[in-house]
Nanobody, 115 residues
Framework: QVQLVESGGGLVQPGGSLRLSCAAS????????MGWYRQAPGKQRELVAT???????NYPDSVKGRFTISRDNAKNTVYLQMNSLKPEDTANYYC?????????WGQGTQVTVSS
């Protein structure tokens, strides 16, 4: 069973930064596309960043230039560096990947941006 465990969320002021981590087991993060998603109350889950096995990254316009996805193959962990945070970034953030046609999700980590 694939396991994805997120950490690093918390309360931060507007303009602040956070780094989220996603520790994976039973998969190799460097061998597949890994993604970060978020879901705010009353809203649909949305993609915020992906990194392919070849290292290509992709971001929606809402976070481009502020968020950076990366991975540490030795630690089998994916990161999401979030800078210049805005109140609208408040959401539960999830790590996700697909293996054998099944999408796996972590339990999520809450990010709250508020003064």
């Amino acid at each position: 069973q694939v396991q994805l465990v997120e950490s690093g969320g918390g309360l931060v002021q507007p303009g602040g930064s956070l780094r989220l981590s996603c520790a994976a087991s039973r998969i190799i993060v460097g061998d597949r596309t890994m993604g970060w998603y978020r879901q705010a109350p009353g809203k649909q889950r949305e993609l915020v960043a992906t990194v392919t096995s070849g290292g290509y990254t992709n971001y929606p316009d809402s976070v481009k230039g502020r968020f950076t996805i990366s991975r540490d193959n030795a630690k089998n962990t994916v990161y999401l560096q979030m800078n210049s945070l805005k109140p609208e970034d408040t959401a539960n953030y999830y790590c996700s990947t697909v293996r054998n046609g099944i999408r796996y999700w972590g339990q999520g980590t809450q990010v709250t941006v508020s003064s």
